[in-house]
C-alpha cells in the first residue's frame, strides 16, 4: 500500500487525517488573529474559506499522484545528520541529488518557501482569489513540517510495531485536548529567510521523533490492553485509541503537541506577514469584500463530497484486505 493511501486511511480510523481536518482548520483560524490591523480585516472577512480550504492539500492527495511528497521529509533516507547537512535551497538539492529522489523522499520544507513566493507573487499582482487560496493551502505545509512524524519513514510507526501512531499523534490528541491549550502566540514577526525557517521547524520536529515513538511504546508494553475503545459518531460505530489511553500518552508528552500546535500557528501567521511586506504591504481594504463565486463554492463542495467517497471507498477495501 502506498504511503499516501495509508495515511488517510490511518486517519479515517478516528474521523480525520494529516494534522486531522479539525488541527488544520484551528491552526488556519488562530492565525488570522495574529495578523497586523492591516491584514487582519481581510483575512478575518474570509476566515471561513481560510479554514475549509486549509484541508484542500490533504483532498488533492487521490488526484494528484505528486501532491503526496510536499507534506513530508525522510530525512534518514539522506544519512546520518541529515537534517543539518542537506541543501537548504531547492536548485541546490536538485543538483546534488536530482528532482524525481527528492521527490520521492518528501519535499516538505522547499513546499514552503515555493508557497512562500506563490502568496507574494499573489499580494503584488493584488488578486485576492490566489492570496487566499494560497494563504490557506501554505498554512498546511507549515502545520504539516511541524510534526515529527513527517520527518521520517517511519510516519506511522510502522517500522517499530507501532501502527496507528501517526492518527493518534496528530488527530486524536488534538481534538481531546485542544480546550486545554494556551493560542496566545503573539503577533506575527517579519521572517528575514522563510526557507531557513522552514528548515528550523524541520529539525525541532525531527528531533521530538524519538519522544513520539518511545514513550508510546513504553506505555503499551505497560497498559497495551487499554489502547482501544469504542465510540459513536453520529450513526457509526468507530474503533479508536481510548480516551483513557491517550491521556496517558498526551501527559508523556510533557506538552509536546501543543507546542508543535502554537508553533505551526504563529509560523503561519508569520509567513504570510512577511509575503505582505515583501510585496510591499498593498492595501487589502479594497479587496476586503472579495466573496468566492458560487461556481467556487459548488467546486468546493463537490471535490469534499468526492474525497469523501475516495476515502471511505480506501477504507472499505482496506478492511476486506485485513
Known sequence: MSRVLKIVLVGV????????????????????????????????????????ASVNPDRRRYAVPEEAAKHYIDLEDYGDSSVYKLPRYWNDAVEKYGEDSLNARGSVPWQINFMYYQLKEGFLLKDPQRILKTSAELGHYVADANVPLHTTRNYDGQLTGQNGIHALWESRLPELFFEDYDFFVGKAQYIENVQMV?????????????????????????????????????????????????????????????????????????????????????????????????????????????????????????????
Not at 38 to 50: A, S
Request: glycine residues 4%; aromatic residues 12%; proline residues 2%.
Open 13 to 52: 480510523i478516528v474521523l480525520n487525517c494529516s494534522w486531522g481536518f479539525f488541527a488544520h482548520q484551528k491552526i488556519n483560524r488562530l492565525a488570522v488573529f495574529t495578523l497586523p490591523p492591516e491584514m487582519i480585516g481581510f483575512y478575518k472577512k474570509n476566515i471561513q474559506y481560510l479554514t475549509e
Open 198 to 322: 522552514a528548515w528550523k521547524a524541520i529539525e525541532l520536529a525531527n528531533r521530538a521523533l524519538d519522544s513520539v515513538l518511545l514513550n508510546e511504546k513504553q506505555l503499551f508494553q505497560k497498559s497495551g490492553d487499554k489502547k482501544f475503545s469504542f465510540e459513536t459518531k453520529g450513526k457509526q460505530t468507530v474503533k479508536t485509541v481510548s480516551a483513557l489511553y491517550a491521556k496517558e500518552y498526551h501527559d508523556l508528552l510533557s506538552g509536546m503537541v501543543e507546542r508543535q500546535f502554537r508553533k505551526s500557528v504563529k509560523m503561519v501567521g508569520d509567513i504570510w506577514y512577511t509575503a505582505w511586506v515583501d510585496a510591499g504591504q498593498p492595501d487589502l481594504k479594497i479587496m476586503i469584500d472579495y466573496q468566492p463565486t458560487e461556481k467556487e463554492l459548488k467546486d468546493r463542495q463537490a471535490e469534499l463530497k468526492l474525497w469523501k467517497e475516495r476515502v471511505l471507498k480506501a477504507r472499505d477495501h482496506e478492511a476486506a484486505d485485513n
